[in-house]
């Protein structure tokens, strides 16, 4: 059976952005629990295996959580890569842009219907899915660190609540390196995928342009 890393990225980009983070905010409260700091919802595992179910599914749950409240730092990262890399100095995207309006004509589809950087996965997803699973990777590893700023804003609220303010402050500090690694990832991620769209573009130009080449006997 051929490997299709398009599936084995999706399985990254799950594992990464939404169980990982959800793991380490689930331990934390588990710790908590034992301290008798918050209540316990649930009564104690009776069972090492029952105990792994339950953090895994903990961990699941939370992590969905802190995905749906990740994706609001998005509407943040995009005002500032408005105004650090505007749409006139962003060259890759404004070529996808114009190479998009080729395929979506404005008086027949709806320009807004998809955005520049969904079109080019869509591109990449039918045409080249190994492609694809690079711009993956870097999207993986985006939302993972944007999970992650959340988890760690979490923990900063909570051990300055119980006056562990180091431990805070050192959190803290984590999340805003985790945003800033979040912020060069997605930036890599999109910039990745461009520069494959761009490339497709031209490879096809390219094979329009050469004249296919008669065999002996036929006419050109």
């Given at each position: 059976?051929?490997?299709?890393?398009e599936?084995f990225?999706?399985g990254?980009?799950?594992?990464?952005?939404?169980?990982?983070?959800?793991?380490?905010?689930?331990?934390?409260?588990r710790?908590?629990?034992?301290?008798?700091?918050?209540?316990a919802?649930?009564?104690?595992?009776?069972?090492?295996?029952?105990?792994?179910?339950?953090?895994?599914i903990?961990?699941?749950?939370?992590?969905?959580?802190?995905?749906?409240v990740?994706?609001?730092?998005?509407?943040?990262?995009?005002?500032?890569?408005?105004?650090?890399?505007p749409?006139?100095?962003?060259?890759?995207l404004?070529?996808?842009i114009?190479i998009?309006?080729?395929?979506?004509?404005?008086?027949?589809?709806?320009?807004?219907?998809?955005?520049?950087?969904?079109?080019?996965k869509?591109?990449l997803?039918?045409?080249?899915p190994?492609?694809?699973?690079?711009?993956?990777?870097?999207?993986?590893?985006?939302?993972?660190?944007r999970?992650?700023?959340?988890?760690?804003?979490?923990?900063?609220?909570?051990?300055?609540?119980?006056?562990?303010?180091?431990?805070?402050?050192a959190?803290?500090?984590?999340?805003?390196?985790?945003l800033?690694r979040?912020?060069?990832?997605?930036?890599?991620?999109t910039?990745?995928?461009?520069w494959y769209l761009?490339?497709?573009?031209?490879?096809?130009?390219?094979?329009a342009?050469?004249?296919?080449?008669?065999?002996?006997?036929?006419?050109?």
């Amino acid at each position: 059976m051929a490997a299709e890393p398009e599936k084995f990225h999706v399985g990254m980009i799950d594992f990464f952005s939404i169980i990982l983070p959800g793991a380490i905010l689930a331990f934390h409260l588990r710790a908590l629990v034992e301290q008798g700091k918050i209540p316990a919802i649930l009564s104690a595992p009776q069972s090492d295996v029952e105990g792994w179910v339950v953090f895994a599914i903990a961990s699941y749950v939370l992590g969905h959580f802190l995905f749906l409240v990740g994706s609001w730092i998005d509407g943040s990262y995009d005002a500032l890569r408005e105004k650090f890399a505007p749409l006139e100095k962003n060259f890759p995207l404004k070529t996808a842009i114009e190479i998009k309006k080729t395929h979506f004509p404005p008086a027949r589809f709806n320009d807004q219907a998809i955005n520049a950087f969904q079109w080019t996965k869509c591109r990449l997803a039918l045409a080249h899915p190994a492609a694809l699973a690079q711009v993956e990777r870097f999207e993986a590893d985006s939302k993972f660190f944007r999970s992650l700023s959340v988890v760690l804003l979490t923990l900063f609220v909570s051990f300055t609540a119980t006056c562990r303010g180091w431990l805070g402050f050192a959190c803290l500090l984590l999340a805003a390196a985790s945003l800033l690694r979040y912020g060069e990832q997605r930036f890599k991620s999109t910039r990745q995928a461009y520069w494959y769209l761009i490339t497709l573009e031209s490879e096809k130009e390219n094979c329009a342009a050469t004249p296919t080449e008669s065999k002996p006997g036929e006419s050109p």
